[in-house]
């Protein structure tokens, strides 16, 4: 037995479907950080830096889930100074040593939630082992800001984490690692 969608105003418009099932609509959306960041505030920068690292390949930037919701990673916005360098952004196992605590900014001027999560910088988080690079960011200029974006984010699910390293000793990061909260 068919179901019928008709208008509620009873002027009997039935509603239209594709050959591929799929409704017309016209519809207003937002996107999903937006709505969590709107009704639950549990967005946040997380800003770090300015790290110099100690040598080549060191993390300046840790992340750990250390709740049950996922978190996702929106994007990263990173500059340098000192000398241009290849950033990677790696999944990474073990545990991290050296660094120190971040403090998250909610970016829900009006909320107290706070993530979940360990996030350290320093110039030279220890007992970090790559297990898979993410992403590449090539700051090919000092002083100048540059943004990775993802629309499939990079999510965390519990006590999974990421870390960002420095190819060139003498490149000075400054960063946000912007996260949301999986609600």
Same mark, same amino acid.
């Given at each position: 037995?068919?179901?019928?969608?008709?208008?509620?105003?009873?002027?009997?418009?039935?509603?239209?479907?594709?050959?591929?099932?799929?409704?017309?609509?016209?519809?207003?959306?937002?996107?999903?950080?937006?709505?969590?960041?709107?009704?639950?505030?549990?967005?946040?920068?997380?800003?770090?830096?300015?790290?110099?690292?100690?040598?080549?390949?060191?993390?300046?930037?840790?992340?750990?889930?250390?709740? =049950?919701?996922?978190? #996702?990673?929106?994007?990263?916005?990173?500059?340098?100074?000192? #000398?241009?360098?290849?950033? #990677?952004?790696?999944? =990474?196992?073990?545990?991290?040593?050296?660094?120190?605590?971040?403090?998250?900014?909610?970016?829900?001027?009006?909320?107290?939630?706070?993530?979940? #999560?360990?996030?350290?910088?320093? =110039?030279?988080?220890? @007992?970090?082992?790559?297990?898979?690079?993410?992403?590449?960011?090539?700051?090919?200029?000092?002083?100048?800001?540059?943004?990775?974006?993802?629309?499939?984010?990079?999510?965390?699910?519990?006590?999974?984490?990421?870390?960002?390293?420095?190819?060139?000793?003498?490149?000075?990061?400054? @960063?946000?690692?912007?996260?949301?909260?999986?609600?």
């Amino acid at each position: 037995m068919a179901i019928i969608i008709q208008d509620g105003l009873g002027k009997g418009y039935g509603m239209r479907v594709d050959s591929e099932g799929r409704l017309h609509t016209v519809a207003h959306t937002n996107p999903t950080d937006f709505h969590t960041n709107n009704d639950y505030g549990k967005v946040w920068s997380l800003p770090f830096g300015p790290r110099d690292p100690t040598g080549a390949d060191d993390y300046v930037f840790y992340l750990q889930n250390t709740g =049950v919701n996922n978190i #996702a990673v929106t994007d990263i916005r990173l500059s340098c100074t000192g #000398a241009a360098s290849r950033i #990677a952004i790696n999944k =990474v196992t073990g545990t991290a040593a050296a660094g120190t605590t971040i403090v998250p900014v909610a970016r829900n001027l009006g909320s107290t939630a706070a993530p979940v #999560a360990t996030a350290e910088d320093s =110039v030279d988080i220890t @007992g970090l082992t790559s297990a898979g690079t993410l992403f590449y960011m090539e700051l090919t200029a000092v002083s100048t800001l540059y943004h990775l974006r993802t629309t499939s984010n990079i999510i965390l699910p519990k006590s999974s984490a990421i870390g960002i390293s420095v190819a060139t000793a003498t490149c000075v990061v400054t @960063g946000v690692v912007s996260i949301v909260e999986l609600v």
